[in-house]
């Protein structure tokens, strides 16, 4: 196993709220040295806002899982010295990460025109909400806002005139910061060819209709595309959901042909199957709420264990709807790499998703308190310690 395939790569995380710096955390996993530039009072991210049964955790979830690995240096960047550090940290680095606003950098004098001179190897990646041009380059944006919402699959998602649901967190912002990574990889790897730094982006509005790509692309060709149905009314029950004898449920995704249909019915081992309505594609179309309501009242005799013994053993593909209260304890999790202990063995915590063969992810690192590592990086950038004592009693570090 080698250990840590970017081991001597430096990436300055100078973002907040969470794609940006979440793709910093992958790398981050895979041995690069990941630097936290923050405010002295920390990042905002520190103190997102939990309901009230997360404060029972003494440390913010959100926080642990996106910023492990990384060194804490908290800077004054509204100071000429401030910048001045996050500048010379910078000429020496591989990697520069923002998601501060085109009009932010500007003011800070952190846009790709200031920070490119310093570096010509250097990869600048700037995440932003909108894109860096346009109409809405400088409003803010949040998933739910952009990544759920603006591209489409807010309204896709309700049933029929129902309000639309607000995406739990974060739920746009890690599949983002997965597609943020690869624009930074494809970077690097474009650097192994010309030797050449460039300039790299995305945003919540690309990466929200690329997951909602189907959809959107359905739209383009001029073809309707149609909300979720009610559950009731639902026009494919063999890919619909159902409640359990025990209050659980599971949701169905069966190929529709008679083959596999008949391998289900015997699956259920139920009389009502041999409805003459639901012998034939045809009829199981013309007929799907029916199909729906005999259904409901099959997987009400039985409980999600006994139903998913029994559809496993028959080969039907189906899934257990899991309350995320359940997923710290699913063991196949555990043993795909999705849930990895940390390094000090006190918890679990999310790991990026994949693996690489031969390749070791870092042991998890519990993320950094409020500058803890300030006079580690800046000793290693050449501060001597009076340095070091001058700069916090001046208020450029914390």
């Known amino acids: ?5 970017f081991e001597g790569l430096k990436v300055i995380d100078c973002a907040s709220y969470i794609a940006a710096p979440a ?6 996993d895979f041995g690069a040295e990941v630097i936290k530039i923050e405010p002295l009072t ?38 000429k010295a401030g910048l001045d550090i996050l500048y010379k940290l910078t000429a020496g680095a591989d990697v520069f990460i923002t998601n501060f606003p085109p009009k932010v950098r500007k003011k800070l004098r952190l846009t790709y025109n200031d920070i ?4 010509p190897r250097l990869i600048y990646a700037s995440f932003t909400g909108f894109g860096e041009t346009g109409p809405d380059a400088d409003k803010p944006g949040f998933d739910a806002t952009v990544w759920w919402a603006r591209a489409g699959i807010m309204d896709l998602v309700r049933a029929g ?24 990889i494809t970077a690097l790897y474009k650097r192994e060819r010309t030797g050449q730094g460039s300039h790299v982006g995305s945003s919540l509005l690309m990466n929200g209709i690329w997951a909602n790509a189907c959809s959107v692309q359905t739209a383009i060709v001029g ?4 909300r979720m149905p009610e559950r009731s009314q639902h026009p494919m029950p063999w890919r619909n959901s159902y409640q359990c004898k025990d209050g659980r449920w599971l949701v169905l995704s069966i190929v529709h042909n008679d083959g596999r249909w008949e391998v289900f019915r015997n699956a259920l081992q139920s009389p009502l199957m041999d409805d003459p309505r639901f012998q034939s594609v045809a009829g199981r179309k013309e007929h799907a709420v029916a199909v729906t309501a005999t259904l409901d009242k099959i997987f009400a005799t039985k409980t999600l264990e006994e139903w998913s013994e029994i559809l496993d053993k ?23 790499g999705a849930l990895v202990p940390t390094e000090d063995g006190s918890m679990l915590t999310v790991s990026s998703p994949f693996w690489i ?32 004592k001058k700069l916090r009693s001046e208020g450029i570090i914390g």
């Open 223 to 226: 073809e309707e595309v149609e």
């Open 357 to 388: 063969e031969g390749e070791e992810k870092k042991k998890a690192k519990r993320a950094p308190t409020i500058g803890q590592h300030s006079d580690e990086v800046l000793a290693a950038a050449g501060f001597s310690p009076d340095e070091l």
């Open 1 to 5: 196993m080698s250990k840590g395939l």
């Open 116 to 119: 490119a001179p310093l570096n």
């Open 161 to 184: 005139d129902a309000p639309p649901v607000r995406s739990p967190p974060g739920m746009g912002d890690h599949p983002s910061a997965m597609g943020f990574y690869s624009a930074i």
């Open 42 to 79: 920390g990042d905002p991210y520190r103190n997102r806002g939990q309901p009230p049964s997360v404060q029972l955790s003494p440390e913010n979830p959100n926080w642990l899982v996106d910023s492990r690995n990384k060194k804490s240096l908290a800077l004054n960047l509204a100071s």
């Open 23 to 28: 793709a910093a955390t992958v790398m981050s």
């Open 314 to 336: 028959h080969g039907v593909v189906f899934g257990a709807v899991t309350p995320v209260a359940d997923v710290p304890h699913d063991e196949q999790a555990k043993i795909a």
